[in-house]
């Protein structure tokens, strides 16, 4: 008599799956073996959303002409609407403008004040929000349409302050790992302490531990945070954010949070400068 | 092919469940944003891909489990191998209690999938993102998923019917 309900279920070919499954897992977690093939994917997927926009703009300006074709008397009242449309798009256009050429200034008063003329700049092409407001993975997409060759690892600005470093180039795309990303180091200093910061996982934080000292930290809260210059890859003694918090993490150390000072995504338009470096 | 007959789907009908499943994706991705804030998160592509084994268990093996998650993790994971050994393991236990579920009750069919989502949710924190692990996220994820599940099962189940 059976004692179960009977089932074709081959253990043999979950048990292979499942097996592979996890060691792909694992090498993709611990070494990363994986990531040339998402980012070409990620690539591909954002030139598919380009094509697919232009298309669809394409089609509906075809079918708006010949649907003008059959109604030009309702044309010219459209027209006539569309000129008052015009004129106010126009005067949104041009405060645009005016705010785009403001950033593009400022970069490049901040280009001249650093005394470095090999920075352009890119406009992002996509930030992954899901993981940027959940998880640990905080990267973000620029659009490299004149393909210009950027050197692996060179640091990214926006808005008044460093925001990461580049990852890697897929296709016509430049693949930025955030400061808050779990897997990003930055060397920080403040008026009390020098340590590698890594990225918090969450939304424009950073976090570092220190050892306990006599000092009272809680009167250190506030405090700017600038870039040490240990490493070579990031200019000293830029400002990237403040001391938010700071709380007990074990009996000898304290972790000290620290709030960027640049949102990313609050900025369109993002700096690249410096020559290849080694390290992230 | 001892008590089942293995029968071959066609690839048309793949790639029609293959969509289904993108689709829920797709919706994790454009909602999650949204729902993150209210310690939400949603799993409308794990969901349907569990639908489609427990409806059609007899035509969905492991070799269709293993490409399914291979393609969302290809277009949505971050690492390769997640959703292949989610999809693998929770194919397999469908697999395995099948005909048992056929007798439970919507809420406890919901309870199962409602809680399996969550299972994944929660290893896919600690795995890929453990400072954002949250209880609050988990419960309520486990409750809204639960309700949702009930309502997907009869869309889901309209659509196959009208397709397959």
């Known amino acids: ?280 | 092919m001892g008590l089942w007959v293995k029968k071959l789907m066609k690839f048309s009908n793949h790639l029609i469940i293959l969509s289904t499943i993108i689709l829920g994706f797709w919706l994790d991705d454009s909602l999650n944003p949204l729902t993150i804030k209210l310690f939400l998160e949603l799993n409308f592509g794990f969901l349907i891909f569990t639908y489609w084994v427990f409806a059609m268990p007899e035509k969905l093996h492991s070799s269709a489990a293993l490409f399914y998650g291979l393609v969302a993790d290809l277009l949505f994971s971050n690492v390769i191998g997640f959703n292949m050994l989610f999809f693998i393991a929770t194919s397999y236990i469908i697999h395995l209690y099948v005909f048992r579920f056929r007798i439970f009750s919507y809420f406890q069919l919901s309870v199962f999938f409602s809680g399996s989502s969550t299972f994944y949710t929660a290893c896919k924190y600690l795995l890929l993102s453990p400072y954002n692990y949250s209880y609050l996220v988990l419960i309520l994820s486990f409750l809204i998923n639960a309700v949702l599940w009930v309502g997907l099962y009869f869309i889901m189940r309209a659509f196959r019917r009208s397709i397959f």
């Open chain 1, 1 to 280: 008599m059976a004692r179960s309900t009977p089932t074709y279920t081959p253990v043999r070919n979950y048990a292979i799956s499942f097996f592979l499954s996890a060691l792909l897992l694992f090498s993709d977690i611990s070494y990363g073996a994986f990531a040339p093939l998402r980012g070409f994917v990620t690539a591909s997927t954002l030139y598919a959303q380009m094509i697919s926009r232009g298309i669809f703009e394409g089609i509906s300006a075809t079918f708006s002409s010949f649907h003008a074709n059959k109604n030009l008397i309702q044309e010219n009242k459209e027209l006539k609407e569309q000129i008052l449309k015009i004129r106010t798009t126009d005067f949104i256009n041009k405060k645009d403008n005016q705010e785009k050429i403001q950033i593009i200034n400022f970069h490049k008063d901040l280009i001249n004040s650093l005394k470095n003329k090999d920075v352009a700049i890119y406009e992002i092409a996509s930030i992954d929000l899901r993981n940027y407001l959940c998880c640990s993975t905080h990267r973000i997409f620029l659009r490299n349409d004149e393909n210009v060759s950027v050197g692996k690892n060179s640091p990214v600005f926006a808005g008044e302050s460093f925001i990461g470093q580049i990852k890697d180039s897929y296709l016509n795309f430049i693949e930025v790992i955030l400061f808050s990303d779990f897997n990003h180091v930055l060397p920080i200093k403040s008026n009390f302490l020098y340590c590698d910061a890594k990225g918090k996982g969450k939304p424009m934080l950073i976090s570092c531990k220190v050892n306990k000292t006599n000092k009272n930290f809680n009167y250190q809260i506030g405090d700017t945070v600038y870039t040490s210059g240990l490493g070579g890859i990031f200019l000293k003694d830029i400002e990237i954010g403040f001391i938010s918090a700071i709380d007990s993490f074990s009996i000898d150390e304290v972790e000290v949070l620290i709030t960027l000072k640049a949102n990313p995504l609050e900025e369109t338009f993002y700096g690249i400068m410096g020559e290849e470096a080694d390290e992230i």
